[in-house]
């Protein structure tokens, strides 16, 4: 039985991993947070403010250490990016890779997304929302900790403007499986997949170290694209 602190305690997107910091990553956490980073403590964001102009908006949580993030920013400096991050080497990386590339398109939160979306991001603002290869917590009595689950999703929608996309992807099949029976029963939400599950790899959606890794020992990526109803 759970200890009553422990009872309906809300599911967060991230377990803690503190890592040790390389000197880059430490440094580049001291110089360059203040150009970067966002903090939850101030609350609702203007997005246009942030980034010193209107464009289309993209959130990504949890970026790892942060390569692909950079290399989208780097893509599409049209676009604005906002990654969600709670590993300090990670948001360190990322920081050290954003200012190596004198990126003017990408934020930084080192916090968790719940908080993130229910505290700092206004409804319908995101053109897009991604999470990519999270914590398949493959144990069977471990289930409820994954992070695609119903309540998170209803607040990803809410923050995605009409038309706007919800990008999942996974390398492990059951969890892959697990979104999609997650994702499914939502109305607003439109499956991409022409065959209901699936699509390949969107262009953006860049092709990392570890997915090239896994593809090698002959691990299947699943990506899953929703488009809110407009």
Not at 42 to 53: H, N, P, T, V
Not at 172 to 194: C, G, R, T
């Amino acid at each position: 039985m759970l200890r009553p602190e422990y009872r309906d305690k809300p599911i967060r997107s991230f377990v803690i991993r503190q890592g040790r910091m390389t000197k880059s990553q430490k440094l580049a956490l001291t110089d360059y947070w203040g150009k970067y980073g966002l903090s939850l403590e101030k609350g609702s964001i203007d997005l246009a403010e942030i980034f010193g102009r209107s464009a289309p908006t993209v959130l990504e949580i949890g970026y790892g250490m942060g390569n692909s993030l950079a290399e989208m920013a780097s893509q599409a400096p049209e676009q604005n990016f906002i990654g969600v991050e709670v590993h300090s080497p990670g948001v360190g990386s990322l920081l050290h890779i954003a200012s190596e590339r004198s990126l003017t398109n990408l934020r930084t939160y080192m916090a968790d997304a719940t908080d993130v979306l229910r505290e700092c991001i206004g409804e319908t603002s995101l053109q897009r929302i991604q999470i990519y290869f999270p914590d398949p917590w493959p144990k069977k009595k471990h289930h409820k900790r994954r992070l695609v689950q119903p309540e998170l999703v209803q607040l990803l929608v809410s923050r995605l403007v009409p038309g706007g996309l919800l990008h999942l992807a996974t390398d492990w099949q059951p969890y892959a499986e697990h979104m999609h029976e997650v994702l499914e029963p939502f109305s607003e939400l439109e499956n991409q997949s022409p065959s209901g599950d699936f699509v390949p790899r969107p262009d953006w959606r860049p092709l990392t170290k570890f997915e090239t890794r896994g593809t090698k020992l002959g691990h299947q990526v699943f990506d899953l694209l929703y488009r809110k109803s407009a």
